[in-house]
């Protein structure tokens, strides 16, 4: 296991306050930044300092925490701080309305202020500790999903993925790069292929500087690449995280994986899809539900602070889209790999979970 997801924590609850790796200045620097309030969070989270949908359902669980926190230091009673907090709360889920596990980490923390039966006192206790909890889950469970991805991953392969899915983006390890990292831990003789991933290039900045630590051969491409690649047969497979997948199967990741998706089915790639099941929305029927994220113009128009196009051109920047579920080979879950029909596999899933917390 190498020094960088072994010793490194994205996000990590500390005394009053939560720590992260602010990820806008990955990799020129390589920085921690000390999050104290609820607005200091949902600001964190809007601006992407701290990024990847598991570690924005942790880093929204700390902001709960820290809205709580500084309620207690006003003079309200009980009833006034659960009120004021519920507030706070919802406030915090809206701070970006893709990914899905922000909505449902903060769902946890507002199912323990309402069921608490504690002072305020004991009503922030409790949120910090379940913030806590929901740092190791996140780790433990990205090693489940790497080890039943390891199981699909052929001696040898050439890997491509898109976006940043690893470590940094989730408290550790990483999902689809949890993939990667299981494989390469039981065959070194697989590489990996990275899509920079305009406008953010998550992929150029980050994905490459996790693999390149951990020592597994990658190579960068431009996010155009990939067909030329497929075709030349050096893709044997791709992974992917998600943002959210509805009950269908349908997924939300970041810009640009539906035209990876596209091209692997044409070239009969195998192309799967890794996310923990907070990551899968049972709420909404189709990807056509899924709100995507409309973001500023200047991630495209400029780079590290310089315009590159007209200055006065039209701009449109979802920074999401949303993969059908018939391009999907597999969704690769802590709980193993669901498979067509989706529909099926993921209500079985659940209803399996369901059973297990009421203990049928």
Not at 29 to 50: C, L, R, S
Not at 84 to 107: C, F, H, I, Q, S
Not at 113 to 123: E, L, Q, T
Request: contains cysteine; proline residues 4%; aromatic residues 6%.
């Amino acid at each position: 296991m190498s020094e960088f997801h072994s010793k490194i924590k994205t996000i990590e609850w500390v005394d009053n306050y939560s720590k992260m790796v602010d990820q806008t200045l990955v990799p020129y620097e390589f920085k921690y930044v000390n999050i104290k309030t609820g607005d200091e969070m949902f600001d964190a989270i809007k601006t992407m300092i701290v990024r990847g949908a598991p570690a924005i359902g942790v880093a929204g669980a700390h902001g709960v925490v820290l809205y709580a926190q500084e309620l207690a230091e006003e003079n309200l009673s009980r009833d006034e701080f659960v009120r004021a907090l519920l507030e706070k709360a919802d406030y915090m889920a809206g701070a970006r309305p893709t990914a899905v596990n922000l909505m449902w980490a903060v769902k946890k923390q507002k199912e323990i202020i309402k069921n608490s039966k504690s002072d305020i006192s004991g009503i922030v206790e409790e949120l910090k500790e379940n913030g806590i909890k929901l740092e190791k889950e996140d780790v433990e469970i990205n090693k489940k999903i790497g080890d039943y991805g390891a199981e699909v991953v052929p001696r040898g392969a050439s890997i491509l993925t898109h976006c940043n899915a690893g470590a940094l983006a989730t408290v550790g390890y990483g999902t689809a790069l949890g993939v990667v990292r299981s494989a390469f831990a039981k065959d070194p003789t697989i590489q990996v292929f990275a899509d920079e991933t305009r406008p953010r290039q998550q992929g150029a900045r980050i994905t490459t500087l996790e693999l390149t630590m951990d020592g597994i051969p990658t190579t960068l491409i431009t996010d155009g690449m990939c067909s030329y690649f497929m075709k030349k047969g050096m893709i044997d497979m791709v992974v992917v995280g998600a943002d959210r997948i509805a009950a269908n199967g349908d997924t939300a990741n970041k810009i640009g994986t539906y035209t990876v998706a596209i091209s692997a089915k044409y070239h009969n790639v195998p192309f799967y899809v890794a996310a923990p099941l907070s990551t899968i929305d049972t709420s909404i029927k189709t990807g056509d539900e899924i709100v995507i994220e409309e973001r500023s113009r200047e991630e495209v128009t400029h780079i590290n602070g310089k315009i590159i196009c007209a200055p006065e051109v039209n701009v449109i920047n979802p920074g999401f889209d949303v993969t059908p579920h018939e391009l999907i080979t597999g969704i690769i879950t802590e709980k193993g790999i669901l498979r067509p029909d989706y529909r099926k596999s993921i209500a079985d899933v659940f209803e399996k979970e369901c059973a297990l917390c009421t203990g049928l």
